[in-house]
């Protein structure tokens, strides 16, 4: 990233710019960054996602734009870490400041050269032409001072990102990770989803697994026994799952699974497979050895639909569940 000579760089923001002017890409440090790298062509698979979500959304919304960021630039906890909160508000503000410098020598450029070409049409003196010359050879020294510069800050930028990232890529995994049962936890598994829908079709499918009466549990055993049968639970899930499944607690007794090239009907024979597996279970409270009440589960399916975006997909895999509790629970429940 950033490697380029000034002229290649120069090259790059004039034609980075009119095209986030174009999409209304806010100009904010990241979105200069992402645009640089996608017009350098230097990422083919950064390239790629961006292309599907262009054809999908018809723009890049903001949190795609922050997803594509953390994935490919920047680590998404970055901003999380107290004792780097420093340096990175000052590497922002750098960014700010020289992105928007960069701009404005840029466009003045532009104008200036414009206003030659109007000039060129009426002067035939030589040293009139002598004089526009050297206006235009001033305009480019100084629209080229201002490339050079931006692209040495962004080469700063990036070798100071580039030290920290293995320091914070341990915290990355921590705040993608549920402290009870190490799976994905919620946030682990929308960006497990992010990351796959743009390469997906009619085949990425969602469960979400819920545990049936788990306050009836908590209360008749203890919330030591609840935790302990989530722990259990999601061991069970790991062992009935694809390899290639992610998966995730999602909150209390509720786990989602996102299930890539899987469609409807292969989808809800594992979801129903799950659900089997569950309801058989003889399950012991390990600290009193009591043989807990018979357990069962619901499943919400959902398999992605035509253009149908992240929430979208969640929300109907939610609706689905809902509908299997209020119909008896310990069953599947999807579209037809």
Request: aromatic share 6%.
């Amino acid at each position: 990233m950033f490697q380029q000579s000034t002229e290649q760089a120069n090259e790059l923001m004039q034609t980075a710019l009119p095209l986030m002017e174009k999409l209304e890409v806010p100009p904010t440090p990241s979105n200069y960054g992402l645009w640089y790298e996608y017009v350098s062509n230097t990422n083919p698979r950064l390239n790629k996602v961006i292309d599907r979500a262009l054809r999908r959304f018809g723009n890049l919304p903001d949190f795609v734009s922050k997803e594509l960021f953390n994935e490919f630039l920047l680590p998404d906890q970055f901003q999380q870490a107290p004792r780097h909160e420093k340096t990175l508000q000052t590497l922002t503000e750098t960014l700010t400041t020289d992105a928007t410098h960069i701009s404005t020598e840029l466009s003045t450029f532009n104008k200036n050269l414009e206003t030659a070409k109007k000039a060129l049409k009426f002067t035939t003196d030589s040293k009139q032409l002598e004089k526009l010359a050297g206006f235009l050879e001033n305009s480019a020294f100084k629209a080229n001072q201002a490339i050079s510069h931006f692209d040495q800050t962004l080469s700063d930028a990036q070798a100071e990102l580039t030290a920290l990232r293995s320091e914070l890529n341990q915290l990355r995994k921590s705040n993608e990770r549920d402290d009870l049962t190490l799976l994905l936890n919620n946030k682990g598994f929308e960006k497990a989803l992010y990351k796959k829908l743009p390469h997906a079709e009619d085949d990425l499918s969602v469960l979400l697994i819920d545990i049936d009466n788990l306050g009836d549990i908590n209360r008749e055993y203890d919330i030591k026994a609840g935790d302990g049968l989530i722990r259990f639970m999601a061991k069970l899930l790991l062992s009935l799952l694809p390899e290639n499944a992610a998966v995730a607690r999602i909150d209390g007794g509720r786990f989602g699974v996102l299930l890539n090239e899987t469609e409807l009907a292969e989808a809800s024979r594992l979801a129903e497979t799950i659900r089997e597996s569950i309801s058989t279970q003889k399950i012991r409270y390990k600290n009193t050895k009591v043989l807990l009440r018979s357990v069962t589960a619901s499943v919400g399916v959902a398999t992605l639909l035509g253009d149908e975006t992240p929430k979208a997909l969640i929300e109907r895999a939610e609706h689905y569940l809902t509908y299997a509790k209020r119909s008896g629970k310990n069953q599947i429940a999807h579209h037809e």
